[in-house]
């Protein structure tokens, strides 16, 4: 529930104002005195009625006043909103000078600020419904240019026989694409990336076909367990190395060399 003040010369006019304001019933308001009107004495310290309104906001109202908020704040204070409303969808055009800041590159702002006028918007309302913000006719202008975008992209894939990846788009502006191109004979769509850098990718059925034949032989390629290669029998080279026998020698300890003479000249002879 919000409050506001409405001050008139009587009570009678204030709660008038505050119907025509809020665009509500008089009989459907609750209200609170404030002040009575005194007319004071010869017109001195005569002073207005004023009352307290407390009223449930509708979304519409709610919206404009969370965007009129923004825009005080970005420096916009001349910009216009008109609703039109169609169940629980509610459309919001924007219009004025410097609208090309609302807007941003492909949207971007506008999608973000449609964003937060929903979420704020929710938390004054509690009935479901859905916001959509448009800028002087933007979006039927994209929907029209994203259109155009399916229809080139999906010739021009069945052309060259190969996929096509489109730029990053809002989850709005895919949807676009894919209704497009869904009427388009031999021609499909699918989504890759997440987040910010989802994109669609254009396929021609062609080339569906031969990924998934190529995945089939690649499959079965990789499953098929390769034949090895019969070994060759290497030659085998030999060579012989004659070790030549080294004379037999015999160790003999004494005490002088002429102790142990006579028995090396028995034994052997010694070649150093």
């Given at each position: 529930?919000?409050?506001?003040?409405?001050?008139a010369?009587?009570?009678?006019?204030?709660?008038?104002?505050?119907?025509?304001?809020?665009?509500?019933?008089?009989?459907?308001?609750k209200?609170?005195?404030?002040e009575?009107?005194?007319?004071?004495?010869?017109?001195?310290?005569?002073?207005?009625?004023?009352?307290?309104?407390?009223?449930?906001?509708?979304?519409?109202?709610?919206?404009?006043?969370?965007?009129?908020?923004?825009?005080?704040?970005?420096?916009l204070?001349?910009?216009?909103?008109?609703?039109?409303?169609?169940?629980?969808?509610?459309?919001?055009?924007?219009?004025?000078?410097?609208?090309?800041m609302?807007?941003?590159?492909?949207?971007?702002?506008?999608?973000?600020?449609?964003?937060?006028?929903?979420?704020a918007?929710?938390?004054?309302?509690?009935?479901?419904?859905?916001?959509?913000?448009?800028?002087?006719?933007?979006?039927?202008?994209?929907?029209?240019?994203?259109?155009n975008?399916?229809?080139?992209?999906?010739?021009?894939?069945?052309?060259?026989?190969?996929?096509?990846?489109?730029?990053?788009?809002?989850?709005?502006?895919?949807?676009?694409?894919?209704?497009?191109?869904?009427?388009i004979?031999?021609?499909?769509?699918?989504?890759?990336?997440?987040?910010?850098?989802?994109?669609?990718?254009?396929?021609?059925?062609?080339?569906?076909k031969?990924?998934?034949?190529?995945?089939?032989?690649?499959?079965?390629?990789?499953?098929?367990?390769?034949?090895?290669?019969?070994?060759?029998?290497?030659?085998?080279?030999?060579?012989?190395?004659?070790?030549?026998?080294?004379p037999?020698?015999?160790?003999?300890?004494?005490?002088?060399?002429?102790?142990?003479?006579?028995?090396?000249?028995?034994?052997?002879?010694?070649?150093?």
């Open positions: 529930m919000k409050e506001r003040i409405f001050t010369k009587s009570v009678d006019e204030c709660l008038a104002l505050a119907a025509s304001s809020l665009g509500k019933e008089i009989a459907s308001l209200y609170e005195i404030v009575q009107a005194k007319k004071g004495f010869w017109g001195m310290g005569a002073s207005d009625a004023k009352i307290k309104v407390i009223y449930q906001p509708t979304p519409v109202e709610a919206a404009k006043e969370f965007l009129n908020t923004v825009f005080a704040n970005m420096g204070n001349e910009i216009e909103m008109e609703a039109t409303e169609s169940g629980r969808d509610i459309r919001l055009v924007l219009s004025g000078e410097g609208i090309g609302i807007i941003g590159h492909h949207g971007e702002i506008l999608d973000a600020m449609q964003y937060l006028t929903n979420l918007t929710g938390k004054v309302c509690d009935d479901n419904f859905h916001i959509t913000l448009d800028a002087e006719n933007y979006r039927e202008k994209r929907e029209k240019t994203l259109q975008l399916a229809r080139r992209t999906a010739n021009r894939a069945k052309k060259i026989g190969r996929n096509i990846n489109l730029e990053p788009m809002s989850a709005y502006e895919r949807r676009i694409i894919h209704a497009t191109i869904q009427d004979e031999g021609v499909s769509t699918f989504s890759v990336g997440s987040d910010d850098s989802r994109r669609i990718v254009v396929s021609p059925d062609n080339q569906v031969r990924q998934q034949k190529g995945d089939k032989k690649g499959n079965s390629n990789r499953s098929a367990v390769p034949a090895k290669k019969p070994e060759v029998e290497k030659p085998v080279f030999e060579k012989k190395f004659v070790i030549p026998e080294r037999a020698q015999v160790i003999v300890k004494a005490k002088s060399i002429d102790d142990i003479l006579p028995d090396v000249e028995e034994t052997s002879t010694f070649n150093d």
